[in-house]
T-cell receptor, first 116, second 113 residues
């Protein structure tokens, strides 16, 4: 167990709806990253939050947005859902430093989203 | 496009045999990490190897890194049925502001009892 939790575990939405996914980071970690994993593929980086600010973003449209709270938990919001958004959404927490020197990221169990 | 590419895409071995998976990447890295994933669940961190390291061990796992060839390998010795999973390499790239990982497509390992 990594100590990273995500909710909900599964979710079914229809095209055009909005969804919010939640992640609680491991104690002592100040950085949360979100990834999208389509079936049979490796995870794709969505964005990262470091000390409540977005610290980098992958190749995802603006309808993917996020927040990080003072306790370092995080939300991923997706608006105007599309069928291709169906995937496993993973969050990972880590201890980020000003140098940006990478550290181990610890992943939660994921939220499986199905868009119909 | 993905930074890392694993090879082979799928591997089937007998229990007790060794399994070797390879990863190639394209740009300079801070570190390279290997993860395991069981049946579409969360990723389990196995090993992190930094760009100035050449080899690391953890139990039955051995990871090598060759920055001149931009490649890494993961060796699992004396494999067990419980090692059946997908294995991913992920690179933390030098140019990124934070430690954002770029994953390959994974190697699907099946260990037969």
């Amino acid at each position: 167990e990594t100590g990273v939790t995500q909710s909900p575990t599964h979710l079914i939405k229809t095209r055009g709806q909005q969804v919010t996914l939640r992640c609680s980071s491991q104690s002592g970690h100040n950085t949360v990253s979100w990834y999208q994993q389509a079936l049979g593929q490796g995870p794709q980086f969505i964005f990262q939050y470091y000390r409540e600010e977005e610290n980098g973003r992958g190749n995802f449209p603006p309808r993917f947005s996020g927040l990080q709270f003072p306790n370092y938990s995080s939300e991923l919001n997706v608006n105007a859902l599309e069928l291709d958004d169906s995937a496993l959404y993973l969050c990972a927490s880590s201890f980020g430093q000003e140098t940006g020197y990478g550290e181990t990221q610890y992943f939660g169990p994921g939220t499986r989203l199905l868009v119909l | 496009s993905q930074q890392g590419e694993e090879d082979p895409q799928a591997l089937s071995i007998q229990e007790g045999e060794n399994a070797t998976m390879n990863c190639s990447y394209k740009t300079s890295i801070n570190n390279l990490q290997w993860y395991r994933q069981n049946s579409g669940r969360g990723l389990v961190h196995l090993i992190l190897i930094r760009s100035n390291e050449r080899e690391k061990h953890s139990g039955r796992l051995r990871v090598t890194l060759d920055t001149s060839k931009k490649s890494s390998s993961l060796l699992i010795t004396a494999s067990r049925a419980a090692d059946t999973a997908s294995y991913f390499c992920a690179t933390d790239v030098v140019d990124n502001a934070g430690n954002m990982l770029t994953f390959g497509g994974g190697t699907r390992l099946m260990v037969k009892p």
